[in-house]
């Protein structure tokens, strides 16, 4: 029988939300594909830095040309005008069949710009390729490149600010920040969205209506930053339900970021009041949120000066979660509500799917209580 050891404190660690005003954010900016990387370790990027580039193979476009022209497959080379790895523009003679003394001509043109990929004398086709496509990688945070991945990409450092949200839609962009209300309760409506917000980023309070997301996106408002968000109000903006599995690739030209749950929920004063201070400044959102394996929440950085260093901003959170921690659950179905671990229960737990899990109890800020699996929870960093 193994030894217990005494005066061990039973704990659990989970990753939370982190909202800190100095900690040091790194970023890896990789290609989908090998390319080229355009900065070396030590340089200084800007957030639109393009920092790796690749070029992937355009769309093909397959043509019976054999057919078209009225001549045998096999014979289809004699009248091409074109060979394979030729570049053609679009509306080229890359083909023609001129029968009759002239009277009767039979002629294919190129579809697009490319190139010549293919020709066939057993098909009597030929596949014109589209032009390569760039496929860019910007540094989306402003710091120092502390990592080069030949043919991949980089890693970049800085010292900033930075919020995690609960969830979020859009991509990655940048703007500067702008208080759009007064208090973390007051909602983002149509009416506090102007046009000089152009390239901002708005802070609303409680919650953000899909005619204040439509208002700012016409408006070109980079961002929003709200307390809640309704699921009803996301379809109606975008035009589809959405999913919270995964987000981030939404083209609705605008990114938003709800950083307390779903619903109406004032923003945290810590979040709000951090924000606020940091008015003026310039920042970068993205919404790309992912609930399951691998998680991955929206977020915004707002970089500290190129000197600028965070003092103990990297503690690890060791001590995790013990009761009086405060927490946010992440799953179904107490999703978005906040609260405080009241106990840790020792050992597996049978759930009501029967299956068996190390479990926490919660006190929600509603006053109710819940058992739900440890992993369906996640500390909030301060």
Known sequence: ??????????HAYTPGLQV????????TRILPLRGEVLVKKGDYVNFDTIVARAFAPGDPEIINAAAKLGVAKVSLPLYMQKKIGDEVSEGELIAQNIIFFGLIKRRIYAPFNGTIEHISDISGRVIVR??????????????QVIEVMPDQGVTVETAASFIQGIFGIGGESYGEIHMAVESGDEPLTPDTIYSEHKGKILVGGSYVTADAMRKAAELGVVGIVSGGIGSLDLKEFLGYEIGVAITGEEECGITVVATESFGEMPMAEHTFNMLKELEGKTASITGATQIR????????IVPAPKAAAASGSEAELDVGMMP??????IRAPYFGKLGFVRSLPTGLQKLETES???VVEVEFDDGTRAITPRANVEIIVE
């Open 293 to 300: 394996a691998g998680v991955l929440r929206p977020e915004i």
């Open 1 to 10: 029988m193994s030894e217990k050891r005494p005066g061990r404190k039973v």
């Open 130 to 143: 589209g032009a390569l496509i760039p496929v860019e990688v910007a540094a989306y945070i402003p710091g």
């Open 20 to 27: 800190k005003k100095n900690t040091i954010v790194r970023k």
């Open 356 to 358: 068996m899990a190390r």
């Open 324 to 329: 009086g921690t405060r927490v946010r659950a």
